[in-house]
């Protein structure tokens, strides 16, 4: 009788366990999903900021590439000052 009473609290305590277990496999289900939704959303959200900075650096010139073009203007308008030295030189 008392096998009988034991078996029966065993296969109670193993049903208890086993949806235990079941519902645990639900939430971390949810937690899961809630987590890919979370990673896609940040996905996003790091794909608008790249296209953001790559349009902010259509907008803008780097340091160095303004630094360039300051540099080629001002050749040129120093060739520009020679010629223009050069021609009233020239004429009486």
Known sequence: MFERHLQTGIQILLVALLGWAGLELVNLG??????????????????ELR?????????????SDADREIGNLKRDVQRLGERVTDLEEREP
Request: charged share 30%; net charge positive; aromatic share 12%.
């Open 30 to 47: 949810k937690n899961t999903a809630v987590l890919q939704e979370r990673l896609a959303y940040q996905g996003q959200l790091i794909e």
């Open 51 to 63: 296209k953001e900075l790559r349009d902010w650096s259509n907008l803008y010139y780097r340091k």
